[in-house]
C-alpha cells in the first residue's frame, strides 16, 4: 500500500486548523441527601442560586441553598429513585418552559411535558421561568376592560386587562367558578387564557379542561396542572411556569393574556415545605420569611405594557381560600396587599342562594373602573351603594318595624337587584346584555315583577328586546354608551315588556307581541307565516311516517 503524504499532511493542516485550546468542563457533583424533592449536593461549587441542574436520573432541579460545603437544591420531577452518591450536572443556565402557540389547547406539567396525552409539543421556543417585572416606565395604566362575563362582577368591581384581582373565600365558595367563567367569556375575543391549577385533585382539574373543551374555551386557553400528587417543587414552580407561558403573547406577539392561579394558598403551603426541608427558619405560620416575596414577583409580572413595547397585557386572578373566612392570615393579607383588590365570596350568600357569593360591601376593585364600559359605568354607578344599603335595611326589617313607605320601595328595589346579580355557572353574559337588564333593574321596570320571578323576566326581557329591538342591542354594543336618545327608545319598550310579562301574556319574543311598532309587527307576521310553514311541514312529514308505519304493519 502505498502512503500518500500529501494526503496525511492536509489531514494534520486541517486538524491543526481547527484546534482550539478549549476544552469542556462539566462540573458535576455528588447527593450526599436526598429525599421528599430536595437534595443535598457536594461538589458545585461555582453553580448559581436558581440555576438549573441535571439528576443522573433525568429529572431536573433547582439550586435553592447555596451553602459553604454543600447546596441545596429541590427536585423538579421524579426523585424515588435517586441515590446518595449519585451524580448531579451544572447547566449553567436558570430554569425554562416551553412556551407558543403549540400550547394553546393543551394541559401540561409546569415544566411543559404534555399530559393530555396528544403527543409531544412541538415547539422551538423558551422563556425563563423566573423573570423581572416589567419597570414603570414599560408600563402604561390599564385603560381596557377585561369582561368577565359576570353582571356582579363587570357593574361593581370592573377588572382591566394588565390588573391583578384576588379571588378569595372560603372552601367551596365558588372561587373557580368565576375564573373558569371569564375565561369562557373570553370566547370570540383576543385572549389567551392560561389556568394553573395547584394541589389540586387531578379529577377536579379534568372537570375544568372538559369545561372548557365543552365551552370552546380550550381554543385559546393553556391549562398547566400540578396536581396534589405531585412532588411540591413542582407546585411552587407551577405559577411561575404559567406566566412565564402568558408572558410570550404579551412580550412577543403584543397579545392580551389572562392568567389564573388557582390557588396560591396551595402554592404558599408548599413553599413553606420546601424551605422548612433545605432547613431555612421559618418564621409567621412556619412561612419562611421571604414569603411576601414569593407572591410579590409573581403577580408584579403581570401588567399593562406602554405602546412602545407594543401595549400587551398580562392579567392576573389569583385565587386564595381563606378558613372560616378569615381574611386577616398571614397569607390573605400578604396578597390582599399585592393584588389592585379582591373579588370576595362568602359561604352565607352562597347557601343562600344568593350566587356568585360575591360580598359587595368588602369587594373592590381599584384601578378597573377607568377601564369600564362607559354605559356600563352609568347604569351601575350606584349599585354598590344602594346594594349596601339594602342590606341595612334588610336587617333592620327583620325586627319587624313598620316602614315607610319609602323605605320599602327601597326594600323591594333592593331584593329585585339581588336576584338580578344572581348568575348560573357556565352563563357568561354579553356586556350589553348586562347594561340592559342592570338599567331596568336601576330604573325600577322590576318593581312590580315578583321577586322569584325575577329570573324569568330577565330571560324573557332579553330574548324579547333581542328578537324585536336589535338595533338597540347592536347599538349598545358598539357605542358602549347608554345615550338619552336610547333610553328613550328602551323605556317604552321595557315597560310593555313588563306589562304583558305581569299579565301572563308575557309575548312569545318571536311573534313580537306587545310593541306597536309597525316594522316590527310586519317582521312578526313574516315569522309567523313561516313557523306556520314550518308546522304545516312538520304535519306532513308525520303523515309520511304514519303511512310508512301502516305500510310496515301491513306487509
Ligand atoms: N354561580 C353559580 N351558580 C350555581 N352553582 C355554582 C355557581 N358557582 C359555583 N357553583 C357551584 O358551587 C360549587 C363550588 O364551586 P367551585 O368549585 O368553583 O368553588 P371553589 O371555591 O373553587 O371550591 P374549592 O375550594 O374546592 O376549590 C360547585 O359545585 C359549583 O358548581
Ligand atoms: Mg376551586
Known amino acids: 500500500m502505498r502512503i500518500n503524504p500529501e494526503e496525511i499532511t492536509s489531514v494534520l493542516k486541517k486538524e491543526i486548523e481547527t484546534y482550539s485550546g478549549e476544552f469542556q468542563v462539566e462540573e458535576e457533583g455528588t447527593i450526599l441527601e436526598v429525599g421528599d424533592g430536595i437534595a443535598r449536593i457536594y461538589g458545585l461549587t461555582n453553580c448559581m442560586a436558581g440555576e438549573m441542574l441535571e439528576f443522573s436520573n433525568g429529572s431536573k432541579g433547582v439550586a435553592f441553598n447555596l451553602e459553604e460545603s454543600s447546596i441545596g437544591a429541590v427536585i423538579l420531577g421524579e426523585y424515588h429513585d435517586l441515590r446518595e452518591g449519585d451524580t448531579v450536572k451544572r447547566t449553567d443556565a436558570v430554569l425554562q418552559v416551553p412556551v407558543g402557540e403549540e400550547l394553546i389547547g393543551r394541559v401540561v406539567d409546569p415544566l411543559g411535558n404534555p399530559l393530555d396525552g396528544k403527543g409531544p409539543l412541538k415547539t422551538d421556543k423558551f422563556r425563563a421561568v423566573e423573570s423581572d417585572a416589567p419597570g414603570i416606565a414599560d408600563r402604561q395604566s390599564v385603560k381596557e376592560p377585561l369582561q368577565t362575563g359576570i353582571k356582579a362582577i363587570d357593574s361593581m368591581i370592573p377588572i382591566g386587562r394588565g390588573q391583578r384581582e384576588l379571588i378569595i373565600g372560603d372552601r367551596g365558595t365558588g372561587k373557580t367558578a368565576v375564573a373558569i367563567d371569564t375565561s369562557i367569556n373570553q370566547k370570540g375575543g383576543d385572549v389567551i387564557c392560561v389556568y394553573v391549577a395547584v394541589g389540586q385533585k387531578a379529577s377536579t382539574v379534568a372537570g375544568v379542561v372538559q369545561r372548557l373543551t365543552e365551552t370552546g374555551a380550550m381554543d385559546y386557553t393553556i391549562v398547566v396542572n400540578a396536581s396534589a400528587a405531585m412532588p411540591a417543587p413542582l407546585q411552587y414552580v407551577a405559577p411561575y411556569c404559567g406566566c412565564a407561558m402568558a408572558e410570550y403573547f404579551m412580550y412577543e ?88 383588590g379582591q373579588i370576595y365570596l362568602v359561604p352565607e350568600l352562597f347557601f343562600a342562594g344568593v350566587r356568585p357569593a360575591i360580598d359587595v360591601g368588602i369587594s373592590v376593585s381599584r384601578v378597573g373602573g377607568s377601564a369600564q364600559v362607559k354605559g356600563m359605568k352609568a347604569v351601575a354607578g350606584s349599585l354598590r351603594l344602594d346594594l349596601a344599603q339594602f342590606r341595612e335595611l334588610e336587617a333592620f326589617a327583620q325586627l319587624g318595624t313598620e316602614l315607610d313607605a319609602a323605605t320599602q320601595r327601597q326594600l323591594d328595589r333592593g331584593f329585585r337587584m339581588v336576584e338580578i346579580l344572581k348568575q348560573g355557572q357556565y352563563q357568561p353574559m354579553d356586556v350589553a346584555e348586562q347594561i340592559l337588564i342592570i338599567w331596568a333593574g336601576s330604573k325600577g321596570k322590576l318593581d312590580d315583577v315578583p321577586v322569584d320571578r325575577v329570573r324569568e323576566y330577565e330571560v324573557g326581557f332579553l330574548d324579547f328586546i333581542k328578537a324585536t329591538h336589535s338595533e338597540i342591542v347592536e347599538q349598545l354594543t358598539e357605542t358602549g354608551e347608554v345615550s338619552e336618545e336610547l333610553e328613550a327608545l328602551l323605556s317604552p319598550v321595557c315597560d310593555d315588556f313588563t306589562r304583558s310579562f305581569l299579565e301572563g301574556t308575557a309575548p312569545d319574543p318571536r311573534a313580537g307581541a306587545g310593541t306597536v311598532d309597525d316594522e316590527d309587527q310586519g317582521e312578526a307576521t313574516e315569522e309567523e307565516g313561516a313557523a306556520e310553514a314550518a308546522d304545516a311541514a312538520d304535519a306532513e312529514a308525520d303523515g309520511a311516517d304514519d303511512q310508512e308505519g301502516d305500510e310496515g304493519e301491513d306487509a
Open 253 to 340: 406577539k403584543d397579545g392580551h393574556t389572562l392568567c389564573v392561579y388557582d390557588d396560591l394558598s396551595k402554592q404558599a403551603a408548599s413553599y413553606r415545605q420546601l424551605s422548612l426541608l433545605l432547613r431555612r427558619p421559618p418564621g409567621r405560620e412556619a412561612y419562611p420569611g421571604d414569603v411576601f416575596y414569593l407572591h410579590s414577583r409573581l403577580l408584579e409580572r403581570s401588567a399593562k405594557l406602554s405602546d412602545d413595547l407594543g401595549a400587551g397585557s398580562l392579567t392576573a386572578l389569583p385565587v386564595i381560600e381563606t378558613q372560616e373566612g378569615e381574611v386577616s392570615a398571614y397569607i390573605p393579607t400578604n396578597v390582599i396587599s399585592i393584588t389592585d
